[in-house]
């Protein structure tokens, strides 16, 4: 059964940027086959997209968020990140980090974070 | 990008009863690349639905999916009290992802 699970600050302020991190078990980023993806939900809304990376490095952004947004792998930790810069408000929201099958749909979800930006 | 609308925004039936949920694309999609998620208070999405009409695995057959190009529908036949909760919709849209704005069910 895979798992993930994200972690970091819970707390950024404006302007910084938010740094989360994905700690995948039950499965091997490195064995391919899946998109590893971030997404979130802003308070009471729907869910956003940001991005995924493929095991080799291979990455692809929301346009929305592009300028802003690096994901980056490291398969010796089995763990994936996000790094999203110059943060305001609008970027709080529960962020959940998910494997994405090559087909297109999210079959397994982290438990989800709620990052607040805020000074 | 291609835009899911979802129908309606808030579905107010009783156990027992029959759900249709509609999703609206502004652009045809693959069936292949549609799906449907649950989402209950305070958790993740779980996935129901993928390429339009497979169950994903351990989910009830009171739920199914149809449709194609631009019009899909996520049917649950019977209403148990666990099946109240949002419910999305999502498309992948080469090499791009994005969700409907979500479907309530709630409790009559």
């Known amino acids: 059964q895979v798992q993930l699970q994200e972690s970091g600050p819970g707390l950024v302020k404006p302007s910084q940027t938010l740094s989360l991190t994905c700690t995948v078990s039950?499965?091997?980023?490195?064995?391919?086959?899946?998109?590893w993806s971030w997404i979130r939900q802003h308070p009471g809304k729907g869910l956003e997209w940001i991005g995924y990376?493929?095991?080799?490095?291979?990455?692809y952004y929301n346009p929305s968020l592009k300028s802003r947004v690096t994901i980056s792998v490291d398969t010796s930790k089995n763990q994936f990140s996000l790094k999203l810069s110059s943060v305001t408000a609008a970027d709080t929201a529960v962020y959940y980090c998910?494997?994405?099958?090559?087909?297109?749909?999210?079959?397994?979800w982290g438990q989800g974070t709620l990052v607040t930006v805020s000074s | 990008e291609i835009v899911l609308t979802q129908s309606p925004g808030t579905l107010s039936l009783s156990p027992g009863e029959r759900a249709t949920l509609s999703c609206r694309a502004s652009?045809?999609?693959?069936?292949?690349?549609l799906a449907w998620y649950q989402q209950k208070p305070g958790q993740a999405p779980r996935l129901l639905i993928y390429?339009?009409?497979s169950r994903a695995t351990g989910i009830p057959d009171r739920f199914s999916g149809s449709g194609s190009g631009t019009d899909f529908t996520l049917t649950i036949s019977r209403l148990e009290p666990e099946d109240f909760a949002v419910y999305y919709c999502?498309?992948?849209?080469?090499?791009?992802?994005?969700f409907g704005q979500g479907t309530k069910l709630e409790i009559k």
């Open positions: 998910a494997r994405i099958t090559l087909s297109g749909w999210v079959d397994y």
């Open positions: 039950g499965g091997s980023i490195s064995s391919g086959g899946y998109y």
């Open positions: 990376i493929y095991y080799s490095g291979s990455t």
């Open positions: 652009q045809s999609v693959s069936s292949s690349y």
């Open positions: 390429g339009a009409s």
């Open positions: 999502q498309q992948y849209g080469r090499p791009g992802y994005t």
